[in-house]
T-cell receptor, first 117, second 116 residues
Framework: SAVISQKPSRDICQRGTSLTIQCQVD?????MFWYRQQPGQSLTLIAT?????????ESGFVIDKFPISRPNLTFSTLTVSNMSPEDSSIYLC??????????????FGPGTRLTVL | SQELEQSPQSLIVQEGKNLTINCTSS?????LYWYKQKYGEGLIFLMM?????EEKSHEKITAKLDEKKQQSSLHITASQPSHAGIYLC????????????????FGQGTILTVHP
């Protein structure tokens, strides 16, 4: 398995500000992802965090709003920029362990609960 | 894109009862994951199924993937209050060569309540 930590665990922010969420894994992993879970909803993939290169974003998510960094194989950050109340969600990072070919076990961090006022 | 439908959406059972949650896909499932989530928290990995007909068990939870790889079920035997939470199925996406993208699409979740 993988031990994943996220900081902060929760935050309350004012609209128009930005928040950076950190994700730290206890071992090197092949892939890291960022998901959003809006209130009462299931998880939606925001982007794949690529080590040493730009993140790959899913439809509906853009780099200007959700800039992502991944400087090494154990760490990534997600920034929620120019926040509005609609950004209030739980943000979760996940990691895939194993080879890129075939299917990997995927583990999730504890999440960051963001409330935007 | 792949869509996953879970049923039921919510389930209330008495402690000790057995229960089943289903996850049906619009496309072939190449990697099917089951997670449990406590309200407002992260996801706990339960099991991953890859092959048609595969079945895995952990403690009192059994997950199966049907032969056609379009439906999975999660069965809990002799439920306990500790089993309460939201159960989510997630499907992996693959390219034409069968390489996993590692990007999961999730069902809407099943809320399980277990009364003591």
């Amino acid at each position: 398995s993988a031990v994943i930590s996220q900081k902060p665990s929760r935050d309350i922010c004012q609209r128009g500000t930005s928040l950076t969420i950190q994700c730290q894994v206890d071992s090197q992993v092949t892939m890291m992802f960022w998901y959003r879970q809006q209130p009462g909803q299931s998880l939606t993939l925001i982007a794949t965090a690529n080590q040493g290169s730009e993140a790959t974003y899913e439809s509906g998510f853009v780099i200007d709003k959700f800039p992502i960094s991944r400087p090494n194989l154990t760490f990534s950050t997600l920034t929620v920029s120019n926040m509005s109340p609609e950004d209030s969600s739980i943000y979760l990072c996940s990691v895939a362990k194993g080879l890129t070919l075939g299917y990997n076990e995927q583990f999730f961090g504890p999440g960051t609960r963001l409330t935007v006022l | 894109s792949q869509e996953l439908e879970q049923s039921p959406q919510s389930l209330i059972v008495q402690e000790g009862k057995n229960l089943t949650i289903n996850c049906t896909s619009s496309k072939t499932l190449y990697g099917l994951y089951w997670y449990k989530q406590k309200y407002g928290e992260g996801l706990i990995f339960l099991m991953m199924l890859q092959k048609g007909g595969e079945e895995k068990s952990h403690e009192k939870i059994t997950a199966k993937l049907d032969e056609k790889k379009q439906q999975s079920s999660l069965h809990i035997t002799a439920s306990q209050p500790s089993h309460a939470g939201i159960y989510l199925c997630g499907a992996d996406g693959v390219d034409a060569g069968g390489t996993s993208y590692g990007k999961l699409t999730f069902g809407q979740g099943t809320i399980l309540t277990v009364h003591p």
